[in-house]
């Protein structure tokens, strides 16, 4: 009975082992007999993605129209391995050397040698690659191997046949190698195999028809200039650190964003609004079809203060004369040019300075300024900090005025040291110099021959919370309103000094009331300390925008309208003794040589300051023009530079060209003219 039961159990079993066989190879039968040619249809149709097409980056013009930044059309070319298969590695290989038959070349931060026998060489490439390769290794689990071991392991780990040579190896890993960057989220930016590629590269990467292979036109900038790269900045894919920033604003995390310069203080402006299509794609990747979604919004264009032949004039000076200035040759420096009616930065240079054209591009040339050590990408202008020097006094000077400490006839006897205090008792640079005194004189004769033993008196007497409070209405240790990242620097007193956890003396308002002490300015600063001296008072935010225009420059969407920081009504009789002092400077003074033959009178002050550990001293130069109704102030710093008197020539060039050659152009410019 048993034996029957399951006899039948089994028999039943096998029937039903039977109808699943039998509806299994059914279904077979009608995918690939009965619906081959459908499903093959639906294999070959296009795929279609939506993408994200990025706007036309506004563009940057001088404040007459001319173009500074503007943006070409290149071709580069990118990889989509989900379009490869198991011919990866085939296609990259084959994609490798054809770069090489082209002169294209493909980043690879790989840290191991191209040439034969392999090595590895982690100091070749920079720190950032280095954390990443760090990383990478440790995610993926390769060991602590060097060198031709290295490289066999990245042979195993990336599937390569036995006959690929150790050299395509090579190669083939550093690209497979940056693609496993990717996937594994360690760098954000997208891999961009190649780009500004030329049309034979373009053939015959078509002729062989790699799948994955994407050549697809992008807009780059394109700069219209050499000059001006610190203002300008450049743009480049985010990284980990700018994707903080730019996530919460709606970007992609592979999105090109201003990395320096007005390139990102105006990121918002020149962004434009990115567009969406519909792409089709065939198994190979090549584009068969694409229609818009939504069209992009070009961004706005904005219109900068800067006149560019004034900027180009200002840094070919520096360049020429910085070097010559002392027999050990100065160092970095800069200069800024500010309109005194409304805070316009005119001119805004830094020395030495570089080629944005160039320098991202070529890894010698960038390589070779990184390691430059008067710091070529320091923007000393905004960024780079020095004491004042004499340039102070006058600033000093109106403290004093305003507050009745002394007055235009008040005279100070210079007695060639200074004797107040039992110490210390500092001297004049005079009685240093030659034994002699500059007797007794009032405020602007003492501002005209720099006299610091007056100026020890008058600071005294004023006191170091009266100069400071002056100072920051001024602007110094202050904001200057710029767009761009700025040092705020430091004005000397009390406060700062506690602040270190060091000791203020009362005897130390001497050293401050002569620039020196802590007080440390950057040179913008000090141009629109001498914009404000210019004036009459009216201390005005520093800017670079003058204005925001369509893409089309149809219509205007903002005009920048000047910022008043602060207002020093400074009485006109106390005004007039100082700007007296600062004309008789360049008229009859010390100067009067530099300026004799320029065709508008000068209003100017000199500095020359001593840096520990250093053996020439920096140069400090302020002024404005014309004296009788002031238009523009120019400030110029330059380290060991020597004597402020030095950068009289400097001025006195960038002023007669401002005044002759460029205002007879500005004058003929009119309000909504471009000039291309």
């Not at 294209?104 to 982690?122: G, H, Q, S």
């Not at 007005?262 to 609004?273: D, I, M, N, P, Y």
């Not at 330059?638 to 060209?657: H, M, V």
Request: with cysteine; net charge negative; hydrophobic share 40%.
């Amino acid at each position: 009975m048993k034996r029957r039961t399951l006899s039948l159990r089994l028999g039943v079993l096998m029937i039903f082992l039977c109808l699943v066989m039998t509806a299994f190879f059914g279904i077979l039968w009608d995918l690939q007999i009965n619906h081959q040619a459908d499903y093959a249809q639906r294999l070959t149709k296009p795929l279609g993605v939506t993408e994200t097409v990025p706007a036309a980056r506004g563009e940057i013009v001088d404040r007459y129209g001319r173009n500074l930044v503007t943006n070409q059309v290149v071709y580069q070319v990118t990889l989509n391995t989900n379009l490869m298969g198991e011919d990866q590695n085939r296609i990259l290989l084959e994609l490798i050397h054809t770069a090489q038959e082209h002169g294209v070349t493909w980043p690879d931060n790989l840290p191991l040698t191209t040439e034969d026998p392999c090595f590895f060489n982690i100091g070749s490439v920079s720190e950032g690659s280095r954390k990443n390769y760090v990383k990478l290794s440790g995610e993926l689990g390769w060991k602590e191997t060097k060198g031709p071991a290295l490289l066999a392991e990245l042979r195993k780990f990336y599937g390569m046949d036995k006959d690929i040579s150790d050299a395509d190896a090579r190669l083939l890993a550093g690209v497979r190698y940056e693609l496993s960057l990717r996937t594994k989220e360690i760098t954000w930016a997208a891999y961009v195999f190649a780009t500004d590629v030329d049309m034979d590269f373009i053939s015959a990467v078509r002729e062989r028809s790699l799948a994955g292979v994407v050549i697809s036109p992008v807009t780059t900038r394109k700069y219209s200039t050499t000059y001006a790269a610190h203002i300008l900045g450049r743009t480049t894919r985010m990284d980990a650190e700018d994707w903080k920033i730019y996530k919460e604003k709606g970007y992609a995390m592979n999105e090109t964003v201003g990395k320096d310069g007005v390139e990102r203080a105006f990121e918002s402006l020149l962004r434009g609004q990115a567009g969406k299509q519909l792409v089709e794609r065939n198994a190979k990747g090549k584009i068969v079809s694409h229609s818009w979604k939504t069209e992009p919004a070009p961004g706005y264009n904005v219109s900068l203060t800067i006149d560019l032949p004034l900027q180009q004039k200002v840094e070919d000076t520096l360049a020429a004369k910085l070097p010559t200035l002392t027999d050990d040759g100065a160092g970095g420096g800069a200069a800024v040019m500010i309109d005194v009616n409304n805070g316009d930065i005119l001119s805004m240079a830094s020395y030495p300075t570089f080629d944005l054209t160039t320098v991202y591009k070529n890894t010698e040339l960038y390589n070779a300024a990184a390691t430059n050590p008067l710091e070529p990408f320091l923007n000393r202008a905004t960024d780079g900090m020095y004491a004042p020097g004499s340039t102070f006094k006058p600033m000093v000077a109106t403290a004093a005025l305003q507050e009745g400490v002394i007055t235009p006839s008040t005279r100070i006897t210079d007695t060639g040291v200074y004797r107040y205090y039992s110490s210390p008792q500092p001297a004049c640079w005079l009685w240093r110099q030659s034994r002699t005194t500059h007797g007794s004189i009032n405020v602007s004769k003492a501002i005209e021959v720099s006299c610091n033993v007056f100026f020890y008196e008058t600071g005294r007497l004023t006191g170091i919370r009266t100069i400071d409070d002056y100072a920051a209405k001024f602007g110094l240790g202050q904001p200057t309103g710029i767009e761009l990242p700025e040092r705020i620097g430091v004005v000397a007193g009390p406060d700062y000094t506690t602040s270190r956890g060091q000791t203020w003396y009362e005897g130390n308002v001497m050293s401050a009331a002569i620039g020196q002490e802590n007080n440390q300015f950057t040179p913008l600063q000090m141009a629109n300390y001498a914009a404000t001296l210019a004036n009459g008072g009216t201390h005005y935010a520093a800017h670079l925008l003058k204005s925001v225009k369509s893409n089309d420059y149809s219509e205007t969407i903002e005009t920048y309208e000047p910022k008043v920081l602060d207002q020093i009504d400074i009485d006109p009789v106390n005004l007039h003794a100082i700007h007296k002092g600062m004309i008789d400077l360049t008229t009859t003074g010390s100067l009067r040589g530099y300026f004799r033959n320029l065709d508008v009178t000068v209003a100017a002050k000199t500095g020359s300051v001593q840096v520990a550990g250093q053996d020439t001293s920096n140069a400090t130069f302020i002024c404005f023009a014309p004296a009788e109704d002031p238009q523009v102030a120019l400030a110029i710093v330059a380290q060991k530079g020597g004597s402020g008197s030095g950068l009289a020539g400097l001025a006195a060039d960038i002023l007669d060209y401002y005044f002759n050659a460029q205002n007879g152009f500005t004058t003929a410019a009119e309000e909504n003219t471009l000039l291309r």
